[in-house]
């Protein structure tokens, strides 16, 4: 059982350019999350999704779109990279809104 | 709106009790969660308190929850080196779990 599965690991940007960041879930699960991760910020929510074809902006959502095609995917997309999203990128999935979340490994990106 | 209060850094020695304490808002919230974080790896589910319990202990671990100051803590006993991590409370909200910005633990020998 993978859980949750996040690519790629690591990857360095340079300013402008687009990537998408892929999340992966095995539990069947309806709720999806991306958070970012900075030195004394905590975790912020970027984007979720309550179900397959659905998305919300959490706190910070400006800067990156999301997409839930398929109900085990949800994609963060970058369409162009700024140094302030240098960050580490984690994905989550949970079977409802308040049950207990599940987290992938994390993606460290770094624009430069 | 929500929000979630957590201490930064909390230094013990090795055999120590550790207490990370955490203050949240959403007097709503179903369940409340710790989460542990080590280096390099992603958050992953340390215990967790259902709102109309006041205390749960799952061998070292013991979570107290005050739900009338809306406090909860994690006390750790005996604690080793292994417990080095940051830490992370979290309270079940409506749509979203929200958690606080993470308790660095540092374990000394």
């Known amino acids: 059982n993978a859980g949750v599965t996040q690519t790629p690991k690591f990857r360095v940007l340079k300013t402008g350019q687009s990537m998408t960041l892929l999340c992966a879930q095995d539990m069947n699960h309806e709720y999806m999350y991306w958070y970012r991760q900075d030195p004394g910020m905590g975790l912020r929510l970027i984007h979720y999704?309550?179900?397959?074809?659905?998305?919300a902006k959490g706190e910070v959502p400006d800067g990156y779109n999301v997409s839930r095609l398929k109900k085990q995917n949800f994609l963060l997309g970058l369409e162009s990279a700024a140094p302030s999203q240098t960050s580490v990128y984690f994905c989550?999935?949970?079977?409802?809104?308040?049950?207990?979340?599940?987290f992938g490994q994390g993606t460290r990106l770094t624009v430069v | 709106g929500e929000d979630v209060e957590q201490s930064l850094f909390l230094s013990v020695r090795e055999g120590d009790s550790s207490v990370i304490n955490c203050t949240y808002t959403?007097?709503?919230?179903?369940?409340l969660y710790w989460y542990k974080q080590e280096p390099g790896a992603g958050l992953q589910l340390l215990t967790y308190i259902f709102s109309n319990m006041d205390m749960k202990q799952d061998q070292r671990l013991t979570v107290l929850l005050n739900k009338k100051d809306k406090h909860l803590s994690l006390r750790i006993a005996d604690t080793q080196t292994g417990d080095s991590a940051i830490y992370f409370c979290a309270e079940g909200g409506y749509s979203t779990l929200t958690f606080g910005k993470g308790t660095m633990l540092l374990v000394s020998p």
């Open positions: 959403d007097s709503s919230s179903t369940y």
């Open positions: 989550a999935s949970s079977y409802a809104a308040n049950t207990e979340a599940f």
């Open positions: 999704s309550v179900g397959e074809g659905t998305t």
